[in-house]
C-alpha cells in the first residue's frame, strides 16, 4: 500500500514540475520571440555585410551549384535558427490544439495569450480580465481567471509534456496492483 502511495506522490510530483516548466516557458515566451527575431535580423545583416547578398539567396544557389556548407558558420546560424523557429511552432501547434480541442479551450487560449503570448503584455490583472472578457462569452471575475489561468496551463502541460492526469491516478494505481 505504500509503494503505490509513493508512486502517486513522485506521479503527482511530475506533475508539478511539469507545470512548473510549462509556466516558465510561457513566461519566457515573450523574451524568445524577441531573441530569435533579433538573432534573425543580426545573422541577417551579419552575411549580407560579408557576403553582399542575403542568407536565403546565397543557400539557394549554394545548394543549385552543388555547394557543401556542412560544418560552417552559415550551417551553425541556419540550424540555431531553425531549431528556435522549430521550438516556437511546438508551442503554437499546442496552443492550437488547445484553442481548438479542449472543452475550454477558446477561454483557456485568451487566457494564456493576454497573460504570456502577446506582443505587448497587458501592465495589469485588470487589464488582462479585461482583454479577455472582450474575447469570451462568459463573464470572468478575478478568481476565475487565477482559477481557469492554473488549468489552462495545466492542460497546455499535459499537451506539451504527455497526458497525466491527477483523476486517473487512482484508477491507474487500482489497475496496476492487480
Known amino acids: 500500500m505504500k509503494d503505490n502511495k509513493k508512486k502517486a506522490d513522485v506521479k503527482m510530483s511530475r506533475e508539478e514540475y511539469l507545470y512548473h516548466n510549462t509556466e516558465m516557458l510561457l513566461k519566457k515566451y515573450r523574451d524568445v520571440v524577441w531573441s530569435i527575431e533579433v538573432s534573425a535580423i543580426q545573422a541577417q545583416i551579419s552575411f ?5 547578398c542575403k542568407l536565403e539567396e546565397f543557400l539557394e544557389m549554394s545548394y543549385a551549384a552543388g555547394m557543401d556548407v556542412s560544418g560552417t558558420q552559415i550551417q551553425e546560424q541556419t540550424r540555431t535558427l531553425e ?11 499546442a496552443l492550437n490544439v488547445l484553442r481548438t480541442r479542449h472543452t475550454n479551450g477558446e477561454t483557456y487560449y485568451w487566457i494564456l495569450y493576454y497573460t504570456y503570448l502577446s506582443e505587448k503584455p497587458c501592465k495589469s490583472t485588470e487589464l488582462i480580465i479585461d482583454s479577455i472578457n ?6 470572468m471575475s478575478w478568481t476565475s481567471y487565477f482559477r481557469q489561468r ?6 497546455l502541460s499535459d499537451i506539451l509534456w504527455g497526458f497525466t492526469s491527477k483523476e486517473c491516478l487512482p484508477i491507474l494505481n487500482e489497475f496496476l496492483t492487480k
Open 48 to 52: 549580407e555585410l560579408e557576403m553582399d
Open 83 to 93: 531549431r528556435n523557429k522549430k521550438m516556437l511552432k511546438i508551442i503554437e501547434t
Open 150 to 155: 492554473k488549468k489552462a496551463i495545466e492542460s
Open 134 to 139: 472582450g474575447m469570451v462569452e462568459e463573464y
